[in-house]
């Protein structure tokens, strides 16, 4: 199935880890799309009509049907462009696949938020405390491998692009040491491995617009203590 026969949209905003995976999954696949950025604090009607439950980025809308959900849209885009597949052929591994990717989002993604833009000094301890025990749980489980996927990476790789890529900004931004080669020196070196990748580097944002966004958050949060 050629790209250039699907009508593929993307609608996301620049700087989210959420839209990048999708970016990441488009790119691996070579599947040519069109880019619409939205603005949160004024949401287009595009934008609520495609994902009206959650009116939230990314939606990923392929010959006018949407889909939204990061990681949703990820197994969709394997599932319709069959080459450089990202979920494994074996139903257990891709159950394992599954299930990993969703402990990044349930385990990792709020805590690491929290951990630096929350105004509570306990609050912000007990969410550092939270993600240092997920990171671990990640550390044991990619053992000696390259990438989560083996060899090539695949779906708990891109899901945990919020790890390689958006955790290191927000550590130094709130100047914290969670994410280092120290403490965790195989996840570390999957994620120098993982933002080095030539797909995911030309789909990764500009880091300096993103660090000075989330530092103006952080400088906001903390002018209101």
Known sequence: MAASQEEVTLLGVTGSAFVCRVQIALKLKGVEYKYVEENLGNKSDLLLKYNPVYKKVPVFVHNEKPIPESLVIVEYIDETWKHNPILPSDPYQRALARFWSKFIDDRV???AWKAVYTVDEEEREKNVE???EALQFLENELKDKKFFGGEEFG?????????AFWIPIFQEIGGLELFTSENFPK???WSQEFVNHPVVKESLPPRDPVFAFLKRRYESLSASK
């Open 109 to 111: 993604v709020g805590a």
């Open 130 to 132: 939270e993600s240092f």
């Open 155 to 163: 779906l708990v790789d891109i899901a945990a692009v919020y790890i």
């Open 187 to 189: 996840l570390y070196k």
